[in-house]
């Protein structure tokens, strides 16, 4: 278990990271932007930095508690660090390099765990080659068995895979995802590329300014963000103001600037302003025949454009959803404004609202080459859609 709390520093006045990983959390990954402290908070997990204030336990042990006046030195912590750079020594060979660490354990364990590390590492055969003869790849595997070598109770990796190439990156990405599993050791991840958050850890935590924006599972990161920042940050372009028009048993109806839709939060309050999103790949297109007109007083989207209220409802001009066999479902009428191709399929832009200009539109979603086809989107500017509602997020601001 690691807590950690550490609420400035004097060259980061706003830096504050509370973060707290229990024994079944194997890897988490701390995502954010370049200059958010990701990298800074390793170094002061690890001790290579001292922190103004707070403290740091480990597994029941103190590193640091700026109170008491607790701040062990890097070589007592028990943590393994991998730079990002590797940092490997380039006069010492693959062998000295994974033995630095253990220099005063025996000869004989000395042997035995550099020889364990070369085999899980598939590094058999380059004990005696030097650094720079070595691939990334392989440099990589020697500085993480480094890391490994004096059996730490936690890992750090700091953008262990950003300066390898993709084809790379990708196969040692599902390596260390089967290894995490075999070594069994709790690891702090910090990365900036979301792919490789969600491939590899069980939970994230997402970091701005110095700051823990949210902690959770990677698919409450990604599915249910509670700021702004960090959805946008996990990809999601379609984010809006609305306010809680109705309330019921297991839904709330909240009204964006343009459009309402049906979401599945009884626990707000009519009245209440939120925010709601969804990502663009969770936006679907729906076939006509399964849409439907709404029986009630608010018909939304037409062919004609625009979106006009029926029956006297107050609000402007936002746009109802139609029925899905039978049901309300968030199906609205989209104009298709632009379209932007893609390695698997294309990102499309739309109004629900009728035409308006290609840079002022309501939807992002992302379709397959596929479905594109299906659906004869190259021919036609107008489909029908679905915000499926339990793919809605919806937070307080």
């Known amino acids: 278990m690691l807590d950690v709390e550490l609420t400035k520093r004097m060259t980061s006045p706003d830096f504050d990271i509370r973060l707290s990983l229990s024994a ?40 640091f508690d700026s ?32 033995a630095y660490g253990i220099n005063r354990w025996p000869l004989g364990e000395r042997r035995r765990k550099v020889t364990e590390l070369l085999k ?12 720079t003869r070595l691939s990334g790849g392989q440099q990589q595997r020697v500085a993480l068995a480094r890391a490994l070598a004096p059996e730490p109770e936690l890992l750090l990796l700091d953008e262990p895979f950003s300066a390898l190439d993709n084809r790379v990156r990708e ?11 075999v ?48 959805a946008r940050f996990t990809g999601t372009r379609n984010i809006f103001d609305g306010l809680v028009i109705e309330q019921g048993p297991s839904y709330s109806l909240v009204r964006g600037e343009r459009f309402e839709v049906i979401t599945p ?11 709601f999103s969804i990502r663009p790949e969770d936006v679907l297109l729906v076939p006509p025949e399964n849409v439907a007109d709404q029986e009630a007083d608010w018909a939304g989207h037409t062919e004609g454009g625009g979106c006009q209220p029926e029956g006297g409802r107050e609000s402007g001009e936002s746009s109802g959803s139609r029925l899905i066999s039978g049901e309300r479902q968030n199906a609205f009428l989209a104009t298709l404004l632009e379209e932007r191709p893609r390695s698997d399929g294309y990102t499309l832009y739309v109004s629900l609202c009728g035409p308006k200009i290609p840079a002022d539109y309501d939807l992002e979603l992302t379709v397959s080459k596929h479905l594109y086809r299906a659906f004869g989107l190259g021919r036609r500017k107008t489909f029908y859609l679905q915000l499926p509602p339990e793919d809605i997020s919806v937070w307080r601001e």
Request: proline share 5%.
């Open 24 to 63: 079944g959390d194997e890897l988490v990954a701390m995502l954010g932007p370049s200059g958010s402290g990701k990298s800074l908070t390793l170094r002061l997990i690890a001790g290579i930095l001292r922190p103004d204030a707070g403290r740091i336990i480990l597994n029941g042990r103190t590193l």
């Open 183 to 230: 070594i069994g050791i709790t690891t702090l991840l910090v990365t900036h590329n979301l792919e490789e958050a969600y491939a590899l850890s069980s939970k994230i935590a997402v970091v701005e300014g110095g700051r823990l924006l949210q902690f959770g599972t990677r698919d409450e990161i990604l599915r249910r963000p509670q700021r702004r920042a960090v």
């Open 120 to 131: 899980l590492m598939r590094l058999e055969g380059l004990e005696r080659e030097f650094p």
């Open 171 to 181: 196969r040692l990405v599902r390596e260390f995802s089967h290894l995490n599993e």
């Open 67 to 98: 109170t008491r006046g607790i701040n062990l030195a890097p070589g007592r912590r028990q943590i393994g660090f991998v730079f990002q750079d590797y940092a490997l020594f380039p006069h010492l060979t693959v062998a000295q390099n994974i």
């Open 265 to 275: 939060h009884p626990s707000l309050a009519v009245g209440e302003r939120v925010v």
